[in-house]
């Protein structure tokens, strides 16, 4: 069954508490080579019907209803099947 993929993310300007605390541990069990965390948010929805309209109202839902515009960006909408994104 196909499914949409929605990418919600902290806008860049914002702190991201959650994503400096697993930095933080990760500094301190020594995986020094990552130099930054931000957490986000993903949402898949399943469908039925032709992709293209439910791509559109994908679009529609991450902004509307998924995402607050106010301090998040949606990254990304897209259409997956089999788990592979096309």
């Known amino acids: 069954m196909p499914v949409i993929v929605v990418e919600v993310m902290p806008k860049a300007e914002l702190l991201d508490p959650a994503?400096?605390?697993?930095?933080?541990?990760?500094?301190?069990?020594?995986?020094?080579?990552?130099?930054?965390?931000?957490?986000?948010?993903?949402?898949?929805?399943?469908?039925?019907?032709?992709?293209?309209?439910?791509l559109e109202s994908a679009k529609q839902l991450a902004a509307e209803l998924l995402s607050n515009s106010v301090i998040e960006d949606v990254v990304s909408v897209r259409l997956q099947r089999n788990g592979t994104p096309e």
């Open 19 to 54: 994503g400096k605390a697993v930095a933080s541990a990760l500094a301190r069990t020594g995986r020094l080579e990552f130099s930054g965390v931000r957490i986000g948010k993903r949402f898949e929805l399943t469908f039925g019907g032709p992709a293209d309209a439910a």
